[in-house]
């Protein structure tokens, strides 16, 4: 049966297949991300740019939410679907479709009441506080869908079924740019219009998922209810879901806890910075794939009784890891003058442009070690094994805060991003150790 190629073909092949998709996907999902923001630095402002830098380390914190909660569940229902229980597998899919709605609606309306009080705390520079607000309060009405579609994307690769969501997030991103150009360009919506072109197009996507879901689940011969609801399934997610979360949120929330820091530099560094960390994400999309992955073809081998497997394609991965680190390195290091200036056009100042390049020829360097990270967090994840996994990407977390808030106003704005491979590092190492050790197996 095709759809068990994960515990069938070659590891190097099963991972390829399965995280090509999720790559390409997640590249279309950055881009019109970084559509959004070379449309509003260009036809609004270097100001307006800045307001919506701003807003996108506490976005990005959602999206992670989103996203590791889907790969949590994510590792049960593969695990189901590797040992072809597809009654238990419709259940924990259902539970977690359930809990993540409602989950998503409490955070929006948290969102929209304190969106403000969020801004001010981030030391947001006065000048591009209130376009920041308005755009975070957009961003919070359509949060529900955008959470939807990104479990329903995991509940996909988590049955191998990469393709659909790529297809999905293709549709998502095309219709986006159009949407930002006419609300932005044509309607003079400002950043405002770049918040609904975004909120439309997921919501649109959000459902589209859910219909072929739900005939997905009906094809393998599974009961589609909406009563489908396990508290035990539930507590099984929970205990991968809440540190895969934190996994996927570390990067996002040390960006937004050392945002006060980078906003101290003033709105024309901030412009700058947020342009880097945009072309960053598009970097980090080819490692959070391979991780992704990794993290399903772990879940499915152990369902099905192949362990062996696993150790294969931990070391398939880390090949597929340093093949895309040597091209990011060399992209970056010749291309980081016109990638910034994509953002910020020719009249981007000169504190804005030096430091997004200055971000950007630094970090190239080392995608290889986030890369590692990913890849080994991925395999953890997928086996089950979290507790080390938890303690790996807190110290991660801890340094990079820790460096960039108390060197950062000594030395300069450099040291936010040296922060950066430090803490990778010191993630690889630790859940390295733990890979080691073996204990995965047994969980």
Known sequence: MMDDYLIQKKPLHALIRLSLPMIVGNLFQQFYTMVDSAVVGRYVGEAALAAVGASYALTNIFICVAIGGGIGASVIVGRYFGAKDYDKMNLAAFTAILTFLFISICLGGIGL?????????????????????????????????LFMYNVFSSMFNALGKSV?????????????????????????????????ATLIAQGISAILSLIVFVC???RLGG?????????????????????????????????MLVQSVVNSFGSQALAGFSAGMRIESICVVPMSGIGNALSAYTAQNIGAQRKM???????????????????????????????IRLFLGESGTAAAVSTGEGYLTFIGWFFCLIGFKMAVDGLLRGAGDMKMFTVANLANLTLRVVIAVTMAPKFGIAMVWYAVPVGWFVNWAISFAEYRTGKWREK
């Open 216 to 218: 997905e689940i009906k």
């Open 113 to 145: 009441l304190y969106s403000r009080n969020i801004m001010i705390w981030l030391n947001t520079p006065v000048d591009v506080l209130d376009i920041a607000v308005r755009y975070l309060n957009i961003y919070f009405l359509g949060l529900p869908f």
């Open 223 to 255: 009961k589609v209810s909406w009563h489908c609801y396990n508290g035990q399934e539930l507590a099984s997610m929970t205990r991968i879901a809440l540190p895969s979360i934190f996994q996927q949120s570390t990067v996002s929330i040390g960006m």
């Open 164 to 196: 659909i969501p790529l297809a999905f997030l293709i549709f998502s991103s095309v219709f986006n740019m159009v949407l930002d150009f006419y609300m932005v360009a044509g309607l003079g919506l400002g950043v405002a219009g770049v918040a609904w």
């Open 309 to 339: 497997r696993v150790t294969e394609g931990y070391h398939a991965a880390n090949r597929m890891v340093i093949f895309f680190a040597a091209i990011l390195c060399v992209w970056l290091e010749c291309c980081h003058q016109p990638l």
